[in-house]
């Protein structure tokens, strides 16, 4: 079992920041990723940003440049700053641990955290 544990949502105006963080535990894989999907009201879930235990990242193309994500390995907790937000990022925020193994991929998901971005 995997569990995720998320904080740092908000509520915050245009232009301002938040940093997310999700800290995991339980059956961590040492092949894996972690990384933070969103899903506005009426909208499908979106990847926002993932960072892989080797360090590659991929992002949203609406996020780059604004948005970063780190991981600490020692503590496997991801984090995601988010810089010059705009009402469209409003949106629950949900941590996403992915194990790999042998070709398989084990989604594991946190419980999602709030974030709104007032103009």
């Known amino acids: 079992q995997v569990q995720l544990v998320e904080s740092g949502g908000g509520l915050v105006q245009a232009g301002g920041s938040l940093r997310l963080s999700c800290a995991a535990s339980?059956?961590?894989?040492?092949?894996?990723?972690m990384g933070w999907y969103r899903q506005a009201p009426g909208k499908q879930r979106e990847l926002v940003a993932v960072k892989s235990s080797s360090g590659s990242t991929n992002y949203a193309d609406s996020v780059k440049g604004r948005f970063t994500i780190s991981r600490d390995n020692a503590k496997n907790t991801v984090y995601l700053q988010m810089n010059s937000l705009k009402p469209e990022d409003t949106a629950v925020y949900s941590c996403?641990?992915?194990?790999?193994?042998?070709?398989?991929?084990?989604?594991?998901w946190g419980q999602g955290t709030q974030v709104t971005v007032s103009s």
């Open positions: 996403n641990l992915r194990n790999l193994r042998n070709g398989f991929m084990y989604d594991h």
């Open positions: 339980g059956s961590i894989l040492s092949i894996n990723t």
